[in-house]
């Protein structure tokens, strides 16, 4: 007869489970609370201490380590030698093995929780029992996912156990299991922080550092100000990156993950005044990176705006002295070099995606004057700040810019013609220095003709379209002077 263990914390649908093997001509064994439940259900159900032969002991935590039991789950039924081994020492075979851990992530997720709560919540018998049947999947349903309970059941009346589904649920076993392991490793090792609460209110957040370099937000000195929040920490990092793409004294100023303003100077006075110039308005509530040390001149600017962050390399005496007034800012010491990491991640249901970082420069060698008009020495300095800026802005995404900070931005547009009206729309300045960047190709002209009604000279676009003349067409007709760089910076 065919034996299932089922050992599970997260009771959901385990005693329909439990029936339908039975139906399936399975034999039931269970743990402690398992059993239990079983049992008030009227489901057959035999203890595991029949096939061990050895009492539960110390409160539970040893029942299931034993040879008894791990025999069962890892004979590999191809080899002749195993069955007699198990034959010669009276172990039965294994054939599904159900189990969910202990709640360890709930469990370190209470605000109160104790380092001896969350000791008592490590599973050590279900993973070992799951990576043994895991590993020996050729033979052993494993079955980690109270969602997969009815698939299971369905495919064993259907006979559709095959070893493709077999190694699904292996591969979804050995990934738990992983989680699992890695929630320990961050709350033992102080890598994981809770968050007041995430996005809004009502969603739960925690800060989980893979890193503690002094270049990065995870490894930021807090020199003054109350707790960073989960959207504190977003729009830093999208602060600090943008920043460091700067050599020249720079200044950028952030909200809601997008840059509102950009400039840069001869000192780092100069660069973020012109970084509030580009913006007055939409700085008020923001975070502000600067590339260089915090003198009392900038302080004193920065003091005079509402500003949730400001992030720098450092910090003079007097400009300590000045932001500390003000009790709720946060004060962020970051080193401006680049990061040692390579890639990055974005979580999706199911899973995570993984790309390189858009770490690529463009100089002006690398890019093409498509247009019979030319850029002025201008035009090109206002469109390598541009082309530096728009990078970072959603998509679609319009940047104007004059050599020394941003005019306008428009970001996360559903067409092109339309970012370019909003950057337009707030644009402090229109002359001749002042130039279009935009992150992708214009498949039409219409943004071209939007530009040069609103007085635009110069656009920088990556180019790439097959209808790329049609937009050099229109510029030639306007006047405006094109490059395109060929390459793009979408930024969904």
């Keep these: 007869m065919k034996?299932?263990?089922l050992s599970v914390s997260d009771k959901t649908g385990i005693t329909e489970f439990a029936a339908q093997l039975i139906e399936q001509g399975f034999e039931i064994f269970s743990t402690g609370g398992t059993k239990k439940t079983l049992v008030d259900h009227n489901i057959a159900v035999k203890s595991v201490s029949e096939l061990t032969q050895f009492p539960e002991i110390m409160d539970g935590r040893v029942k299931t380590l034993h040879p008894n039991i791990h025999g069962g789950i890892l004979a590999n039924r191809d080899i002749p030698e195993h069955l007699e081994a198990l034959s010669e020492h009276g172990i039965e075979l294994i054939d599904l093995v159900a189990v969910n851990l202990y709640p360890f992530e709930e469990t370190v997720a209470k605000p109160d929780v104790t380092e001896a709560d969350a000791i008592e919540n490590i599973d050590i018998g279900g993973p070992t029992m799951l990576r043994a049947s895991a590993k020996n999947f050729k033979h052993v349903l494993t079955v980690v996912d109270p969602a997969d309970y009815t698939r299971i059941i369905d495919n064993l009346k259907s006979g559709q156990v095959d070893e493709?589904?077999?190694k699904e649920l292996m591969i979804k076993t050995f990934s738990h299991t992983a989680k699992y392991d890695a929630a320990i490793v961050e709350f033992f090792s102080g890598e994981s922080t809770s968050l007041r609460y995430g996005e809004n209110p009502q969603q739960k957040a925690k800060f989980v550092k893979t890193s503690d370099a002094p270049n990065t937000i995870a490894g930021a000195k807090q020199l003054h100000g109350k707790e960073l929040s989960y959207n504190n920490i977003k729009d830093a990092d999208a602060t600090l990156q943008l920043v460091k793409k700067f050599s020249e004294p720079a200044a950028v100023a952030v909200k809601h993950m997008n840059p509102c303003g950009v400039g840069i100077g001869a000192t780092?006075?100069?660069?973020?005044?012109n970084a509030?110039?580009?913006d007055s308005q939409s700085i008020f509530g923001g975070i502000v990176a600067l590339n260089r040390e915090v003198d009392k001149a900038t302080a004193s600017a920065l003091s005079e705006i509402f500003l949730e962050v400001i992030i720098a390399p450092g910090y003079s005496d007097e400009a300590l002295e000045l932001l500390t007034k003000k009790k709720n800012?946060?004060?962020l010491e970051i080193q401006m070099d680049a990061e040692a990491e390579t890639e990055e991640f974005v979580s999706v249901s199911g899973g995570y995606l993984v790309q390189d970082k858009d770490t690529a420069v463009l100089t002006r060698d690398d890019m093409t004057v498509v247009t019979e008009?030319?850029?002025?020495e201008e035009q090109w300095q206002a469109m390598e700040l541009g082309w530096t800026v728009v990078k970072s802005v959603k998509s679609n995404a319009i940047v104007l810019a004059n050599p020394k900070q941003t005019v306008g931005i428009g970001a996360g547009q559903m067409n092109r013609v339309g970012a370019a009206k909003i950057a337009i729309e707030r644009a402090i300045e229109m002359n001749d220095n002042v130039i279009l960047a935009s992150d992708g190709f214009f498949p039409m002209s219409d943004t071209v003709e939007t530009a040069a009604a609103a007085g635009?000279?110069?656009?920088?676009q990556p180019g790439g379209s097959i209808k790329d003349q049609d937009s050099i067409d229109a510029a030639n007709k306007l006047g405006i002077a094109m490059v395109t760089t060929g390459m793009r910076h979408f930024k969904h």
């Design 3 to 5: 034996k299932a263990l």
């Design 329 to 331: 800012i946060r004060l």
């Design 456 to 460: 635009i000279k110069c656009i920088i």
């Design 276 to 278: 509030y110039a580009a």
């Design 373 to 376: 008009a030319q850029p002025t």
């Design 268 to 273: 780092i006075e100069e660069a973020f005044s």
């Design 164 to 166: 493709a589904f077999r």
